[in-house]
Structure formats: structure tokens, C-alpha cells
């Protein structure tokens, strides 16, 4: 497998990180680009603006080698336009710098998720399907698609993997699911309150959902590279629950009574609880002071807030051989908490 090189756009993310981490497990070489200066792993990092061409003019000698990209870097926007058009540019503007370095591009394997099927406006067809019609645009995520099919004359395979809310660490990512209700009841139990559901009750009671464990995603990619998968595949831990049935078990690992759901705006909340933060980083030894660092309650604000069901058909990627998705969500929550608490994120 040595002669495989895996590039990495987007490794500093929850799903990046897995991502690397996997490859890495299975032999592979691999190597990370993005604009920190900063390596994101103990990887060899390259350094550049996906949006600025000229910063991946130089890096000819080591995008060479590169015959594989796993792509999940993401640069959010409010207006739907622009972030298509960037995060499209953004795209096209690394595998430009690859074909021109001369890389034997193979295969470019990338992340959609829930967004490719309207996810983010609050409602959408489910059990969502891979073949299920596209909403109306504009969405980052099919000009990707359509980009990544163009190149399919040339002999350069494609691969889409489409989890749902992602559960995995990193540090600084806009949509971290796990780390919110981690720092979330950390507060809870710090200002002796309940740890109720920060959202509706119809969210909390009614609505099915989904999760993905990061580490899943990585060993999807692998598989998808090894087996030579094409074509776009939901993934998801391969169950799904009410929020009613895994809150308790929450509140519980923090030693809280559950109370009732109250929907609130956590973004606000956290925002004024920030000095009650800093003080129990700070008593307790913990890794980050800034809680905007750890996860941001606009996430939560609309995960939680959401009052139909969303949930993705993993039926495709079971019957191609992906046998990964096993998992019980409630644990792979636990296990992150636990996780969180190894690397000082709570106490």
C-alpha cells in the first residue's frame, strides 16, 4: 500500500482527523493541506489558501506523489450563494494544483451530508436516500458532485460519503455535537441545574434521529479507496433514537436529573456564561478557557429545535460491503463524553 498517497483537505475537523488517523492505521502514506501554519497531525502539512491558487503554486514537488483526496474542508457562509461558489472554488482550485503538479490522481472521496438533501432547512424527505431528487439550489454540495463527475472522462473516480451530525473530537469546528453537550452539562452540573433538553419537547419526544461516529466515517473512507466504492453512500452508526431515550442517560454520566425539556438559545446562554467557564477551566486544569473553542451553541440551536424526523437510509453502503455501521449511538455519545474528559475538555 506504500505506493498510495492520501491528501487530506480539511484534517483539523472532526471528520478529517478520523480520516487521517485511518488511513494511517492502514499503511498508508499520507499528508494534510490547509491554510494553518500549524500541522493538524504529525503528518507532513502543506500550507496554503484553497481560495488563493497562488499559494498552491509551490507545492508542486510534494502534491506529486498524491493518488488519493479525501476532501471535507468546508467554509461556512449565511448566504447560500457565496458559500457555494467559494467552497466550489475552493475545491477546484486543489485538484487544478494536483493534475498540474502532475499527481496520478485516482480517486477524489469527499463529504456531504445531511445538507445535500435540505437537512438545514428543517425538513426533508426520510429515511433520506441516496437517489432521492435534489432541492432547489443553491447548495455547495452539488457543485462539488457535479465538479467531481466531470472529471470522470479522465479516468478520476469519485466517492461522496453522507453522514449525519458527526460525532467525533476536534477543537474549533463549528458543528460538534458531541463537544456541545459535554460542555453543556459540565455547566449544568457547574451552576446546579438540571441538565434539561435544550429544545422543544416535540424535539425531545417525537422526532427520530441519527448520528455518526467519526471513527465510522474513517474506516467508510478506507474501504471506499481499498474496494474502489463510486458513487455517494449515507452513513450513519446504523441505528436511530429519540432524544427522550439517550438525554437521561446523559444527564445520568454527569451525575444530574434530567428535569424537562425548555427550549432555550444556547448560543446566548453560553455566550453569558463564558466568566462561569473561565473560572471552572481554571480550577480545574482543563485544556481550553475559551468555550467557543470546545463547540458553539448555534449548532445545538437548530439540532435541537428540529421537529421532524431526520434520518438518513443506510440500506446502499450495507449491501456494497460496508459492515461498519453497528454501533449504538447512546454509547458512542458515553464514550465521547469519556473522551472528552481524557483530554481535559471537562472535568
Partial sequence: MSEKHL??????GVIGS?????????????????????APSHFPHLSADLLEPHTLASLKPSLKGVTHLFYSALKPNSDPGVEADENAAMLENLVAALRSAGAGLERITFVQGGKIYGAHLGVYKTPAREDDSRHFPPNLYFRHEDFVKSLESEGIK???????????????????????????????????????????????????????????????AVWAAV???DGAYNLTNGDVFRWSHV????????????????PISLTQRLGALRPVWGNLAQREGLAQTDPDRIALGSF?????HVEKDAIFDVTKARQAGFTGMSLRSDEALLAHLEGMRARKLIP
Avoid at 478520523?18 to 500549524?38: I, L, P, Y
Avoid at 445545538?300 to 435541537?304: E, H, K, N, R, V
Wanted: with cysteine; hydrophobic share 45%.
Fill in 247 to 262: 438525554w437521561p442517560k446523559l444527564a445520568e454520566w454527569f451525575g444530574l436529573e434530567v428535569g424537562e425539556p425548555q
Fill in 227 to 229: 474496494e474502489e466504492k
Fill in 158 to 220: 469519485w466517492t461522496a460519503l453522507r453522514p449525519d451530525i458527526v460525532i467525533g473530537h476536534s477543537i474549533g469546528s463549528a458543528m460538534n455535537l458531541g463537544n456541545l453537550i459535554g460542555l453543556y452539562g459540565a455547566l449544568c452540573r457547574e451552576t446546579g441545574t438540571a441538565m434539561q433538553f435544550p429544545g422543544s419537547d416535540v424535539a425531545y419526544r417525537n422526532v427520530l434521529v441519527n448520528v455518526t461516529s467519526a471513527e465510522l466515517i474513517g474506516q467508510a
Fill in 18 to 38: 478520523a480520516v487521517v488517523d485511518s488511513f494511517a492505521e492502514a499503511g498508508w502514506q499520507v499528508s494534510t493541506v490547509g491554510r494553518s501554519t500549524t
Fill in 7 to 12: 491528501l487530506v483537505a480539511g484534517a483539523s
Fill in 300 to 304: 445545538g440551536d437548530f439540532i435541537f
